[in-house]
């Protein structure tokens, strides 16, 4: 069964530095890999994913994430973080019949400090 | 255009009530998820419906959830008997079709408390 481990539960970063936030997963197959964010009281929004092809994908809000299969990691990074980016971060992988069904890590909450 | 909506927003039980919680997904989404998230835990997947029918059931916890949707639009999760341990946010979510290359959009989720 594949699963997702968020190893950071919290982070703090000051506003303007860079962030990353790490996930690895355990999957068998080619994984098809997803970053939520959660924003206190509202639901959750894909910030971006991962099929297939380049590496390096983009996403909303100026994030990235890279895909590393040796490492079997997806790490979120963004350059220059700004105070509404504090919120929680979810990596999932798909997976269960037809790959509908969403595994998700138990998150990394982001704190930014001024 | 309308997102997925959840309700009731709040929810607190007695320990052994019943309770059923309703999600309304996006119009035109065929696939529907219901997912929980329990205090510090990452999201669970419970059930999901392709149309009105169940293909993966498999994370229901306890024969005390069930779910249902209707008309290829909204769906109620029920939990019967309700325990502590069910106290949770309990997330609803759509997508045009199943399958890994929909994205799957969220509700605001209802937070469910067992007292």
């Known amino acids: 069964a594949q699963s997702v481990t968020q190893p950071d539960i919290h982070i703090t970063v000051s506003e303007g530095a860079s962030l990353e936030l790490r996930c690895n997963y355990s999957?068998?197959?080619?994984?098809?890999l997803f970053w939520y964010v959660q924003s206190p009281g509202q639901g959750l929004q894909l910030l971006l994913k991962?099929?297939?092809?380049?590496?390096l994908v983009q996403g909303i809000k100026g994030f990235e994430a890279e895909f590393k299969r040796s490492q079997s990691s997806f790490n979120l990074r963004k350059p220059s973080v700004h105070w509404s980016d504090a919120a929680e971060y979810f990596c999932?992988?798909?997976?269960?019949?037809?790959?509908?069904?969403?595994?998700f890590g138990k998150g990394t909450m982001l704190l930014v400090s001024p | 255009g309308a997102g997925v909506s959840q309700s009731p927003s709040n929810k607190v039980t007695e320990k052994g009530k019943d309770v059923e919680l309703r999600c309304d997904p996006i119009?035109?989404?065929?696939?529907l998820y219901w997912y929980r998230q329990r205090l510090g835990q990452g999201l669970e997947f419970l059930i999901y419906?392709?149309?009105?029918?169940?293909?993966?059931k498999s994370g229901l916890p306890s024969d005390r959830f069930s779910a249902e949707r209707t008309g290829e639009s909204v769906s109620t999760l029920t939990i019967q008997r309700t325990q502590q341990e069910d106290s949770a946010v309990y997330l609803c979510?759509?997508?045009?079709?199943?399958?890994?290359?929909?994205?799957?959009?969220f509700g605001p989720g209802t937070r469910l408390t067992v007292l």
């Open positions: 979510a759509s997508s045009l079709q199943e399958g890994r290359y929909n994205e799957q959009f």
């Open positions: 999957y068998g197959a080619t994984p098809y």
């Open positions: 991962y099929f297939s092809g380049d590496t």
């Open positions: 999932a992988v798909a997976g269960g019949s037809g790959y509908s069904t969403l595994t």
């Open positions: 119009s035109g989404h065929t696939a």
């Open positions: 419906f392709q149309g009105n029918s169940a293909p993966d």
